[in-house]
């Protein structure tokens, strides 16, 4: 009889979680039928209206910066860590933008658009790095810390900087 490596065994026991059945547990199952339920009554109950190609594009474009920031929140959530301030973030993130699309002049409008973009990311990078000092070297917890950013943040974006 012949010993198996480790290697051997690791790949065994990769392909047998391959291989493996996921049972659906019964609050997602629930969820997904609930959620298919009342899909299924806005289509009825808007005259057709809500199944239209451009109300699933509005739909999808309003909701896509919200996915982005609950990716990057659940990121975040995994590492231990929390963010309050990621609303406001993104509001003082996109004010910026605007102010600095609409007030530079520009002599091509495909430059404001990148001033813009690099504006917000840079915003953005800023911010989370403030809230990433004050949670490590300044020992807060991140809850108080980005409760805090949270208010200055939306106050910048109140006061349109």
Do not use: W
Not at 50 to 78: D, K, Q, R, S
């Amino acid at each position: 009889m012949t010993e198996r490596t480790s290697d051997e065994r690791s790949m065994s026991g990769v392909l047998k979680s391959m291989t493996r059945t996921r049972v659906i547990e019964p609050q997602v199952l629930g969820l997904a039928i609930v959620l298919s339920i009342v899909v299924i009554l806005l289509g009825f109950t808007t005259s057709g209206m809500f199944f239209l190609p451009n109300n699933l594009l509005n739909i999808g474009l309003a909701i896509a910066v919200i996915g982005l920031m609950a990716f990057a929140e659940t990121i975040v959530i995994i590492a231990g860590g929390i963010d309050i301030s990621v609303g406001s973030t993104a509001g003082l993130c996109s004010i910026l933008s605007a102010l600095a699309m609409t007030k530079i002049p520009m002599s091509d409008p495909s430059n404001g658009l990148i001033v813009g973009l690099l504006v917000s990311l840079l915003t953005g990078a800023v911010a989370g790095l403030v809230n990433g000092l004050i949670v490590t070297q300044g020992k807060i917890n991140p809850v108080i810390a980005t409760l805090a950013t949270f208010s200055a943040y939306r106050g910048l974006a109140y006061a349109g900087c």
